[in-house]
């Protein structure tokens, strides 16, 4: 068997590769085995900064700030006291 464009085999069998590869992974549940993320709910006190609510709450404080920033659409670190804020729970 002579193969007559190589560049066009090369893509097909890349295909068949990654469509067996996903079917694969669906059958050992890999690909949608992702973590729910998990929130907390806290009112802001006074003296409260997204800084020192996210040195609380542990782990990495600059993934904290953003996290926090992004669940809560702040544009700004700016935060009040009676606010309610999402906090991730690590």
């Known amino acids: 068997m002579k193969i007559v464009n190589i560049p066009r085999f090369i893509f097909s069998l890349a295909i068949i590769i990654c469509i067996i590869s996903f079917l694969i992974s669906m059958a050992t549940n890999t690909v949608f085995s992702a973590e729910i993320p998990k929130y907390s709910e806290i009112t802001v ?3 409260d900064t997204i800084w020192s609510i996210a040195i609380d709450i542990g782990g990495n404080v600059e ?8 669940i809560n659409n702040l544009k700004n670190s700016m ?4 606010q309610t804020l999402l906090v991730p729970i690590s």
């Open 45 to 47: 006190s006074a003296g």
């Open 79 to 82: 935060i009040y006291v009676g």
């Open 63 to 70: 993934k904290n700030i953003y996290e926090i920033k992004k």
